[in-house]
């Protein structure tokens, strides 16, 4: 999506840096020179250009020593076999072979998962199915619109292109605020300048992917083979050198032209912008009843086993659908959210991982685990937890939830979306631990656009907030009196009667292992705050290492170790 799809606007997660995607992000900074530099055009916070991000992938690929990249070739076939996959690749006459323990399916479309005869479900989920409210009343397979982008530059004697074959400019006379506006249009306008900003890149470059009568375009070709997707999704190009000529013709952008960056001969990208794919039947299916109100169901508490955060809304991409019977789909606002590993374990495979848009989750929420910052998490968590799989001599779904969690979490990744603490602060594995046993829980927020969730580490702990400590400890009666807050001296009675080794635990032992996270108690009788008490549980009763949990967050036992 970032750099062959020439999608280099990312969106969401610009505040939770989370693993490869803050790396990348970091890699942007460095190279542009500060993260305002990033900041070009107004649909994104985060803009650079296709071929740096395209430069900086392959740096990474290339400080890899066991990592052998190749590229050009098609998967063709897949065969499971006892213990392995036998993988064949062809590129023209050539043939590539390859057996892997575990697969990892990170294509597009969910290739290798349809092979290997896996479950799926493609377009839209009836609400009956997933208990969505926002589905459909009767299921269908409309899926979101694809878009080929198109990377433009500006400059002094542009080379505009040759009047496209049917083109006609009415088929983007709403694109924007110009003469050629009529009536037909429901959405807001915006002034072509606007338009064109939109996706400004640094350094003169402009993206072009425009939904409202723009080029995006309607196209299930996702169960196609790729040759014959290549050959439907030539009408996509077409709309978008159509609407390029219109930009340059029509709207008087006569200095923008197609920049030579892609090893294509259209120089448009390598591969269209899906929205959508194959999604996959996992051990856990994501719904957007989990991810608005992750606390709600205590029967699958999935907030537990999360492993990549988002915070983008639902985003649907139906603009270009021909026809008017498309449901009304109420797009909502949500909180930002953790995603529960089982959504990359198949239900009945587990020498597969599932990733990118393949992954269990449905319809509406695809809307927002689709984009390119939970894109990256999910590879990331996929690649990790195939190679504990080998590592351990176990398949996928028999590691311990909790010594992938932990492991995620060394590699600088976020479980949950809090916002209070930098990944760098020495309390966030704390926050995190803690935060993913639901003992303390965060707090979902929205703020104009953005979607947030807080731990509110900062605030004071008070009484109800212990409420959830049953959760963990079911027999958890606090011995303790007086007001609405929890004192020092308060907490380490709780300490001391959920553990029964921690009778000799005294306030200045506490103070001592606060101090070390540079926060202290100043006295016992000190009202302690929430990112206190989360060091406190994490360091003395160590609640995430020894409350092991399965794949829907119950938890299975107690005292395991995580290394």
Same mark, same amino acid.
């Given at each position: 999506?970032?750099?062959?799809?020439?999608?280099?606007?990312?969106?969401?997660?610009?505040?939770?840096?989370?693993?490869?995607?803050?790396?990348?992000?970091?890699?942007?900074?460095?190279?542009?020179?500060?993260?305002? @530099?990033?900041?070009?055009?107004?649909?994104?916070?985060?803009?650079?250009?296709?071929?740096?991000?395209?430069?900086?992938?392959?740096?990474?690929?290339?400080?890899?020593?066991?990592?052998?990249?190749?590229?050009?070739?098609?998967?063709?076939?897949?065969?499971?076999?006892?213990?392995?996959?036998?993988?064949?690749?062809?590129?023209?006459?050539?043939?590539?072979?390859?057996?892997?323990?575990?697969?990892?399916?990170?294509?597009?479309?969910?290739?290798? @998962?349809?092979?290997?005869?896996?479950?799926?479900?493609?377009?839209?989920?009836?609400?009956?199915?997933?208990?969505?409210?926002? @589905?459909?009343?009767?299921?269908?397979?409309?899926?979101?619109?694809?878009?080929?982008?198109?990377?433009?530059?500006?400059?002094?004697?542009?080379?505009?292109?040759?009047?496209?074959?049917?083109?006609?400019?009415?088929?983007?006379?709403?694109?924007?605020?110009?003469?050629?506006?009529?009536?037909?249009?429901?959405?807001?306008?915006?002034?072509?300048?606007?338009?064109?900003?939109?996706?400004?890149?640094?350094?003169?470059?402009?993206?072009?992917?425009?939904?409202?009568?723009?080029?995006?375009?309607?196209?299930?070709?996702?169960?196609?083979?790729?040759?014959?997707?290549?050959?439907?999704?030539?009408?996509?190009?077409?709309?978008?050198?159509?609407?390029?000529?219109?930009?340059?013709?029509?709207?008087?952008?006569?200095?923008?032209?197609?920049?030579?960056?892609?090893?294509?001969?259209?120089?448009?990208?390598?591969?269209?912008?899906?929205?959508?794919?194959?999604?996959?039947?996992?051990?856990?299916?994501?719904?957007?009843?989990?991810?608005?109100?992750?606390?709600?169901?205590?029967?699958?508490?999935?907030?537990?086993?999360?492993?990549?955060?988002?915070?983008?809304?639902?985003?649907?991409?139906?603009?270009?659908?021909?026809?008017?019977?498309?449901?009304?789909?109420?797009?909502?606002?949500?909180?930002?959210?953790?995603?529960?590993?089982?959504?990359?374990?198949?239900?009945?495979?587990?020498?597969?991982?599932?990733?990118?848009?393949?992954?269990?989750?449905?319809?509406?929420?695809?809307?927002?685990?689709?984009?390119?910052?939970?894109?990256?998490?999910?590879?990331?968590?996929?690649?990790?937890?195939?190679?504990?799989?080998?590592?351990?001599?176990?398949?996928?779904?028999?590691?311990?939830?909790?010594?992938?969690?932990?492991?995620?979490?060394?590699?600088?990744?976020?479980?949950?979306?809090?916002?209070?603490?930098?990944?760098?602060?020495?309390?966030?594995?704390?926050?995190?631990?803690?935060?993913?046993?639901?003992?303390?829980?965060?707090?979902?927020?929205?703020?104009?656009?953005?979607?947030?969730?807080?731990?509110?580490?900062?605030?004071?702990?008070?009484?109800?907030?212990?409420?959830?400590?049953?959760?963990?400890?079911?027999?958890?009666?606090?011995?303790?009196?007086?007001?609405?807050?929890?004192?020092?001296?308060?907490?380490?009675?709780?300490?001391?009667?959920?553990?029964?080794?921690?009778?000799?635990?005294?306030?200045?032992?506490?103070?001592?292992?606060?101090?070390?996270?540079?926060?202290?108690?100043?006295?016992?009788?000190?009202?302690?705050?929430?990112?206190?008490?989360?060091?406190?549980?994490?360091?003395?009763?160590?609640?995430?290492?020894?409350?092991?949990?399965?794949?829907?967050?119950?938890?299975?036992?107690?005292?395991?170790?995580?290394?």
């Amino acid at each position: 999506m970032l750099t062959a799809a020439g999608v280099s606007a990312v969106d969401g997660n610009y505040r939770l840096p989370s693993g490869l995607w803050g790396d990348f992000k970091d890699a942007l900074v460095r190279h542009y020179g500060s993260p305002e @530099a990033l900041k070009t055009g107004w649909v994104s916070n985060v803009m650079f250009e296709p071929q740096t991000g395209d430069s900086i992938f392959r740096a990474w690929v290339a400080a890899e020593k066991n990592l052998t990249y190749v590229s050009g070739y098609v998967l063709s076939t897949a065969t499971r076999l006892r213990d392995c996959w036998c993988l064949t690749f062809t590129d023209g006459r050539k043939r590539m072979r390859v057996e892997a323990a575990y697969a990892v399916d990170a294509s597009e479309l969910g290739d290798l @998962a349809a092979m290997a005869r896996l479950p799926y479900r493609l377009g839209m989920d009836s609400r009956a199915e997933t208990g969505e409210r926002e @589905a459909p009343e009767k299921g269908n397979d409309i899926v979101q619109d694809l878009t080929y982008c198109a990377t433009l530059r500006a400059r002094r004697g542009a080379r505009l292109l040759s009047r496209p074959r049917n083109y006609d400019p009415r088929e983007f006379r709403n694109c924007c605020l110009h003469a050629g506006n009529d009536s037909t249009t429901r959405q807001k306008l915006w002034p072509a300048s606007m338009m064109i900003s939109y996706g400004r890149l640094p350094n003169g470059l402009y993206m072009v992917n425009w939904p409202i009568h723009g080029n995006d375009y309607y196209l299930n070709d996702v169960c196609d083979a790729p040759a014959k997707r290549r050959s439907l999704e030539e009408a996509a190009k077409q709309k978008t050198l159509r609407f390029v000529y219109f930009m340059q013709h029509e709207l008087g952008a006569d200095t923008l032209e197609l920049v030579d960056i892609y090893p294509t001969a259209d120089h448009l990208p390598l591969i269209p912008y899906y929205r959508e794919s194959r999604r996959f039947r996992g051990v856990v299916t994501f719904t957007i009843n989990d991810l608005r109100h992750p606390y709600t169901d205590t029967t699958r508490p999935l907030y537990r086993t999360a492993v990549a955060v988002g915070d983008y809304p639902v985003d649907q991409h139906h603009y270009a659908y021909p026809r008017r019977d498309l449901p009304d789909m109420n797009l909502f606002t949500v909180p930002s959210f953790g995603l529960p590993l089982g959504t990359l374990l198949p239900e009945n495979e587990d020498r597969l991982l599932l990733a990118e848009k393949s992954i269990s989750v449905t319809n509406i929420v695809n809307g927002a685990t689709r984009l390119q910052p939970v894109s990256m998490q999910i590879g990331q968590v996929a690649g990790t937890v195939a190679a504990m799989a080998v590592s351990n001599h176990c398949s996928p779904r028999l590691l311990s939830v909790r010594s992938i969690q932990a492991q995620l979490l060394k590699e600088g990744m976020y479980l949950l979306p809090y916002l209070d603490v930098d990944k760098h602060s020495p309390l966030f594995g704390p926050l995190q631990r803690i935060g993913a046993t639901g003992m303390l829980r965060g707090e979902g927020k929205h703020i104009d656009w953005q979607n947030q969730t807080w731990i509110n580490a900062d605030s004071l702990l008070t009484r109800a907030d212990l409420r959830f400590f049953r959760d963990v400890y079911p027999h958890f009666n606090p011995p303790m009196d007086g007001g609405r807050f929890v004192s020092l001296s308060d907490f380490l009675l709780i300490l001391r009667a959920l553990d029964s080794s921690l009778s000799s635990l005294t306030v200045d032992r506490a103070q001592a292992v606060l101090g070390t996270y540079n926060i202290a108690a100043a006295h016992a009788f000190v009202c302690l705050t929430r990112a206190q008490a989360a060091v406190l549980l994490d360091q003395f009763l160590h609640p995430f290492e020894r409350k092991e949990i399965d794949l829907s967050g119950k938890i299975i036992s107690d005292y395991i170790d995580v290394r």
